[in-house]
């Protein structure tokens, strides 16, 4: 006797069709090259407006700032105008911004081009974790790990297209990628146009439950987390070379141990794409923690510095996209989470430099590793917090 399974009555359309999920991965390369493309333009953006170099570096940070106000007004508009929009609209700003910061005649107008460009950047980034968060159930922190690993290669390509046709070409590079984003807009019919709910979730009984903290502490704490990984991310990132130089290796070594861990966190995305089918996201999110910080500890003694590098980047690599679908399933009525976190994360990056040289300017370049080591068992503990605070009886995430 043969049984049939029975069928769904209204089963969803899935949020993305194989031609949109590919295309969004070539999206999150394509952000990945626009964030390092301005700092390898910086000596021909000099010559060409007569900057010093701080205020060359203006052009990233209006980059983040764009970033930060394209997540927050996309949050606001996607319920109303629908994720196909959204993107849309995503990758013509971009497209516009990089198209204007090459045609721009004067240091304001590239600012305001970075700017517009940041937009852009900071919907894609919003609309297509958000989406991929929620987009592919259990799979979700194995297809956002795959996602931001294509960010990876995106950082990596920019510096080595810059290098490839000169610094004095930057605006030819630029008019390149602005062309390059509008096919994209063509696949944006494979993507579902209505936001799904988390899958997976247990909606929790109305009123306090023993097992469970306030809203508000956990959306803290999860910020407080985003805030502070990316910090490490970026003071590895900038930091990594005057401190290895500093504790006697040569600038070429410093130079290619910094591309080694920027390679490292893009591989270890790959890497932690099929233990995320296999594990519960706070248990990766714990293990990385505990990894990073024992490896920036290692730096600590010159000898193994470069190798220790590398494996923060290794360890770091999964915390921003495995954290997502846990949110997500945590605090599964808080709407706006996801984008909070992601500008909150984007924000960390910007006050990152800052911050940390003003701490370095007392305690000196050989205590980078430890005084990072130190934020990142401040991760650890509010890892671990979180493990405790979202447990509850009957929503225990797994993969």
Known sequence: MVRH?????????????????????????????LQALYGPAIPALREDFGLSPSTAGLALSAHFVGGVAGVLLFDRLHGRIGN???????????????????????????LAAALLAGLGFGGIDYGLNQLFAVGFGRRSAAM????????????????????????????????????VNLPLLLCLKGVRDKAPQPTGVTVPPAGPTPRTRSLVSVLAVFVALYVLHVGIEAGVGGWEPTHL??????????????????????????????????????????????????????AAVPALAPYAYAGVGLFIAPVFPTGLPWLHRAAPSAGRAGALVIAASMAGGVAAGPSLGKVIEWSGIRAVPLLLAAVSAVCLAATLWLIRATRTAGAAPGH
């Open 5 to 33: 399974s029975p069928r769904a009555p209204h089963a969803p359309a899935p949020v993305f069709t194989p031609m949109a999920t590919a295309a969004s991965c070539v999206g999150f390369v394509l952000i990945g090259v």
């Open 84 to 110: 196909r929009r959204i993107l849309a609209a995503s990758y013509l700003l971009m497209a516009a911004g990089a198209a204007g910061f090459a045609l721009a005649p004067n240091w304001p107008a590239a």
């Open 144 to 179: 956002l790990n795959i996602l931001n690993a294509h960010f990876g290669i995106g950082a990596i390509l920019g510096p080595a297209l810059i290098g490839a046709v000169g610094a004095e070409h930057y605006p030819t590079v630029f008019l390149a990628f602005a062309l």
């Open 245 to 298: 130089e500093t504790v006697g290796y040569g600038a070429g070594v410093a130079a290619t141990a910094t591309s080694v861990y920027w390679l490292m966190m893009t591989i270890g995305r790959f890497l932690v794409a099929p233990l995320a089918l296999r594990f519960p996201a706070p248990a990766i999110i714990a293990v990385s923690c505990a990894g990073m910080t024992a490896c920036l500890l290692l």
